[in-house]
């Protein structure tokens, strides 16, 4: 094991170097925050998909491979699915707007008013996501050092809370592009054909386990629209996704990096329900599904290569966490705690503050995903959380605003708060991981988007004037920071 932990020592070394070094780049709230709004195709898809793949749709589609067969396929395929759609429909137009989080946009739609309201949603789901990332630390350490589980929660937080504080969203994209790199040959050049081949090839999966695992469709027509539901929607909603939109250097970048990037993510379903079904074959009676991945990598790969795919499992893990943290802190900061005290920017002399301000967030939003995580046992609740508050709050209002001119800031403030108590109550009265409360929360956020939005006197022409203005890439550019003349921006052609 001595090889295996030499790789994963450089690796995480590595991140904080990174982090480091994305520091010198992250001057201003621009910079900190979306990276400039300058990455070019190659960095924004491999930065996209490094996001939307973390933990559960590594680890956990492996899991779901084992216990379904390649239909365990689903829950990774509907992410890719979102990012699809967000690529092709809305991306160009999310890009143009020149803000920092959702809130801000739905501010600039309806005239104000709806942001605090949809922030505190948006920031209760990016938490849960960060904190449910953060728990995935107790497999990959467990595995490979053998710590309990608070150690390696400890142990893998510290690290992404360092490099995310110290450059903010430049060292996520700097770590992000080499843990897309090293997933892509961890789980899908290495462990993939390897787990096939251990387990005699697909002729000899076929013979050892039921036809049921070779049905597209295996794991039940209403778990794969409730993927859909949770998670092809929330991937056109959520602040941790948008944020990577807001990097994006020109329209054409966001919409076919993104294209790039939803296709991957169909392909790494697939390898995740492979490898889960080659480890059924090769261990058929694990006391957990979620053990799968842990188990074939452990007991099946060679010194060296088992290194590898645990930093690739790592490296999902990370890439997810860091991201929604810097979405949690970003609403938190920019959409809370500015509108509790009234503070509004007032342009670029305040850039620097802004840094250190947003440095601060993600310190302390760090710290209490570290806390939660600790106390919290499961991933799947905490996940199913984070994602039915957000489709059954905020996915009405959002592309409501995106699609329909009618639509009201009364109306979108009905919607989130009618969706989310809707969602809350049903998960009290049916349990967390019932249907129903996304189902029921989802109908009721769009009945009452129509209902009071047609009932309320229509947004403002001079709101929808400028929302227009803003849509078509006309305002919102931000004037250089004085730590940064204007001569020095720009963009780089290695992005």
């Given at each position: 094991?001595?090889?295996?932990?030499?790789?994963?020592?450089?690796?995480?070394?590595?991140?904080?170097?990174m982090?480091?070094?994305g520091?010198?780049r992250?001057?201003?709230?621009?910079?900190?925050?979306?990276?400039?709004?300058?990455?070019?195709?190659w960095?924004y898809?491999?930065?996209?998909?490094?996001?939307?793949?973390?933990?559960?749709?590594?680890?956990?589609?492996v899991?779901l491979?084992?216990?379904?067969?390649l239909?365990?396929?689903?829950?990774?395929?509907?992410?890719?699915?979102?990012?699809?759609?967000?690529?092709?429909?809305?991306?160009?137009?999310?890009?143009?707007?020149?803000?920092?989080?959702?809130?801000?946009?739905?501010?600039?739609?309806?005239?104000?008013?709806?942001g605090?309201?949809s922030?505190?949603?948006?920031?209760?789901?990016?938490?849960?996501?960060a904190?449910?990332?953060?728990i995935?630390?107790?497999?990959?350490?467990?595995v490979?050092?053998?710590?309990?589980?608070?150690?390696?929660?400890?142990?893998g937080?510290?690290?992404?809370?360092?490099?995310?504080?110290?450059?903010?969203?430049?060292?996520?994209?700097?770590t992000?592009?080499?843990?897309?790199?090293v997933?892509?040959?961890?789980?899908?050049?290495?462990?993939?054909?390897?787990?096939?081949?251990?387990?005699?090839?697909?002729?000899?999966?076929?013979?050892s386990?039921?036809?049921?695992?070779?049905?597209?469709?295996?794991?039940?027509?209403?778990t794969?629209?409730?993927?859909?539901?949770?998670?092809?929607?929330?991937?056109?909603?959520?602040?941790?996704i948008?944020?990577?939109v807001?990097?994006?250097r020109?329209?054409?970048t966001?919409?076919?990096?993104?294209t790039?990037?939803?296709?991957?993510c169909?392909?790494y379903?697939?390898?995740?329900?492979v490898?889960?079904?080659?480890?059924?074959?090769?261990?058929?009676?694990?006391?957990?599904?979620?053990?799968?991945?842990?188990?074939?990598?452990?007991?099946?790969?060679?010194?060296?290569?088992?290194?590898?795919?645990?930093?690739?499992?790592?490296?999902?893990?990370?890439?997810?966490?860091?991201?929604?943290?810097?979405?949690?802190?970003?609403?938190?900061?920019n959409?809370i705690?500015?509108?509790?005290?009234?503070?509004?920017?007032?342009?670029?002399?305040?850039?620097?503050?802004e840094v250190?301000?947003?440095?601060?967030?993600?310190?302390?939003?760090?710290?209490?995903?570290?806390?939660?995580?600790i106390?919290?046992d499961?991933?799947?609740?905490?996940?199913?959380?984070a994602?039915?508050?957000?489709?059954?709050?905020?996915?009405v209002?959002?592309?409501g605003?995106?699609?329909?001119?009618?639509?009201?800031?009364?109306?979108?403030?009905?919607?989130?708060?009618?969706?989310?108590?809707?969602?809350i109550?049903?998960?009290?009265?049916?349990?967390?991981?019932?249907?129903?409360p996304?189902?029921?929360?989802?109908?009721?956020?769009?009945?009452?988007?129509?209902?009071?939005?047609?009932?309320?006197k229509?947004?403002?022409?001079?709101?929808?004037?400028?929302?227009?203005e803003?849509?078509?890439?006309?305002?919102?550019?931000?004037?250089?920071?004085?730590?940064?003349?204007?001569?020095?921006?720009?963009?780089?052609?290695?992005?």
């Open positions: 094991m001595a090889v295996d932990y030499a790789v994963i020592i450089v690796y995480l070394v590595g991140m904080l170097a982090g480091w070094w520091m010198r992250a001057r201003n709230k621009s910079e900190f925050l979306v990276a400039g709004r300058r990455l070019g195709p960095m898809s491999g930065t996209m998909a490094a996001i939307v793949l973390g933990g559960a749709s590594t680890i956990g589609g899991g491979g084992y216990q379904y067969g239909s365990g396929a689903w829950m990774v395929f509907t992410i890719g699915l979102g990012l699809l759609a967000l690529s092709v429909f809305f991306s160009a137009r999310i890009a143009r707007l020149k803000v920092y989080t959702v809130s801000e946009m739905l501010d600039l739609r309806y005239g104000g008013r709806a605090i309201i922030g505190l949603v948006m920031w209760a789901y990016t938490l849960m996501l904190v449910t990332s953060t995935a630390y107790a497999t990959i350490f467990d490979l050092f053998d710590l309990n589980r608070t150690m390696s929660i400890i142990l937080g510290t690290i992404v809370v360092a490099y995310s504080t110290l450059g903010g969203m430049w060292s996520i994209t700097l992000d592009m080499v843990q897309f790199v997933k892509t040959i961890g789980v899908l050049l290495l462990l993939l054909p390897i787990a096939v081949v251990k387990a005699g090839g697909f002729g000899e999966m076929k013979d386990l039921p036809t049921s695992y070779f049905d597209p469709l295996g794991i039940g027509g209403e794969i629209f409730t993927y859909v539901l949770i998670y092809t929607f929330g991937m056109l909603i959520g602040q941790d948008w944020q990577r807001f990097t994006a020109s329209d054409r966001a919409r076919w990096g993104g790039v990037a939803g296709t991957y169909l392909a379903a697939l390898a995740g329900a490898i889960g079904t080659a480890a059924k074959v090769l261990f058929p009676k694990l006391g957990s599904a979620d053990d799968a991945f842990a188990t074939i990598v452990k007991e099946e790969l060679p010194v060296g290569v088992r290194g590898l795919v645990l930093a690739a499992a790592l490296a999902a893990v990370m890439s997810t966490s860091s991201g929604a943290l810097i979405a949690s802190a970003t609403v938190a900061n959409d705690w500015a509108r509790i005290r009234g503070v509004v920017s007032a342009g670029g002399h305040e850039e620097r503050d250190k301000g947003n440095r601060v967030f993600i310190l302390i939003m760090g710290v209490a995903v570290i806390v939660i995580a106390q919290l499961s991933v799947l609740e905490g996940l199913t959380v994602y039915d508050l957000l489709v059954g709050g905020l996915l209002p959002i592309l605003g995106l699609l329909w001119k009618r639509g009201t800031v009364y109306g979108a403030l009905a919607a989130v708060g009618v969706g989310g108590v809707t969602v109550f049903l998960m009290w009265k049916y349990g967390i991981l019932a249907n129903e996304v189902y029921y929360g989802l109908l009721a956020s769009l009945a009452a988007y129509l209902v009071v939005s047609l009932a309320t229509p947004t403002d022409e001079a709101v929808l004037a400028n929302w227009r803003r849509l078509a890439g006309r305002g919102g550019e931000e004037p250089p920071s004085e730590t940064e003349p204007a001569a020095s921006v720009r963009p780089s052609s290695a992005l």
